[in-house]
């Protein structure tokens, strides 16, 4: 068990361009959530999964935001025709029901649009 | 007002000091509470569960007040590996997200 891996570590696209994040859990955990992080402030929930559903959306989720879990194992973070506003850290964490709720994060991914 | 308010220092603190940090919650449906320790540039990872009765782990000492919507964390003896920012976890009784405050910055000086 290597913990939560998440790719790329770090990303630089230009605005108006999509880009895409990958989040392995760690394994069997059946919850995965993505947060964004800011500097100076703490992680601000995007969305939820159980499994494959996808249970909670933030209201921050706009519909440039989209993301996956196809099978219940790896998700995968997609922002479309980004802005300089979604410069930010991508968290990924994952828990497992049967372990309480402590959630396990990623290093992130550190996205910076120019 | 933010679901979840702290302090955002920085408390800045010799070592061997005893320092503590508050936290406020404002929705009373929070079931579950936690403090997470977050590094310069790491991720944030799980530093205790705050329980109603108060709990312990070493130097640390957590307490919640529901009555007031109060969480605190008590560091004695501060260490310079202490250094890091300190963040106060809701979680509410409905849904699964964790809902974290801004984050109180601890610096511990030698």
């Known amino acids: 068990d290597t913990g939560v891996s998440q790719d790329p570590r770090h990303k630089i696209t230009k605005r108006g361009q999509n880009v895409t994040f990958r989040c392995d859990p760690i394994?069997?955990?059946?919850?995965l959530y993505w947060y964004r992080q800011t500097l100076g402030q703490g992680p601000e929930f995007l969305t939820y999964f159980q499994n494959e559903a996808q249970l909670e959306k933030s209201r921050l989720l706009s519909d440039r935001f989209s993301a996956e879990r196809p099978k219940g194992s790896f998700s995968t973070l997609e922002i479309q025709r980004t802005e300089q506003g979604d410069s930010a850290m991508y968290l990924c964490?994952?828990?497992?029901?049967?372990?309480?709720?402590?959630?396990?994060f990623g290093q992130g991914t550190r996205l910076t649009v120019v | 007002r933010k679901e979840v308010e702290q302090d955002p220092g920085p408390f800045n603190v010799p070592e061997g000091a005893t320092v503590a940090f508050n936290c406020t919650y404002s929705?009373?449906?929070?079931?579950?509470f936690f403090w997470y320790r977050q590094d310069c540039r790491k991720e944030p990872k799980l530093l205790m569960s705050v329980y109603s009765s108060g709990n312990e782990d070493g130097r640390f000492t957590a307490q919640l007040n529901r009555a007031s919507q109060y969480i605190s964390l008590l560091i004695r003896d501060s260490k310079l590996s202490d250094s890091a920012t300190y963040l106060c976890?809701?979680?509410?009784?409905?849904?699964?997200?964790?809902?974290f405050g801004a984050g109180t910055i601890l610096r511990v000086k030698s």
């Open positions: 976890v809701v979680k509410l009784e409905y849904g699964n997200k964790l809902v």
């Open positions: 394994s069997e955990h059946n919850r």
């Open positions: 929705n009373s449906a929070s079931q579950s």
């Open positions: 964490a994952s828990s497992s029901r049967d372990r309480g709720t402590e959630a396990f």
